[in-house]
């Protein structure tokens, strides 16, 4: 079987990556002159953060937030996991309190 992957965007890798597991054939179409460059995770942070993600989430949301992060430790050396930080001004401190 051959797929395309349009995008090498984090989504677009990852799913190669998976796929390439299974002996599949992929290909990766990617806009940008290097891999990534015009994506749209360089935008959007990179964080994982599952812990937080749950205090208004479903348990859904924490669970697949921690095999994300598992994810991340087998296929990158370029991981760490430090904890959270989260910070907020002073009108967002009850929010605050709710986090800790």
């Known amino acids: 079987m051959k797929i395309a992957i349009v995008g090498a965007g984090v989504a677009g890798l990852c799913c190669a990556t998976e796929l390439r597991k299974h002996n599949l054939h992929v290909t990766i179409y990617e806009r940008g002159s290097a891999v ?34 598992q994810w991340w430790r087998e296929h990158s050396t370029a991981v760490s996991q430090m904890g959270t930080l989260v910070v907020a001004s002073a009108r967002d401190r009850v929010d605050l309190k709710r986090f800790s």
């Open 36 to 69: 990534g460059e015009r994506a749209c995770s360089w935008f959007a942070g990179g964080m994982l953060a599952p812990w937080c993600e749950r205090e208004n989430a479903d348990e859904a949301v924490l669970l697949h937030g921690q095999l994300a992060l």
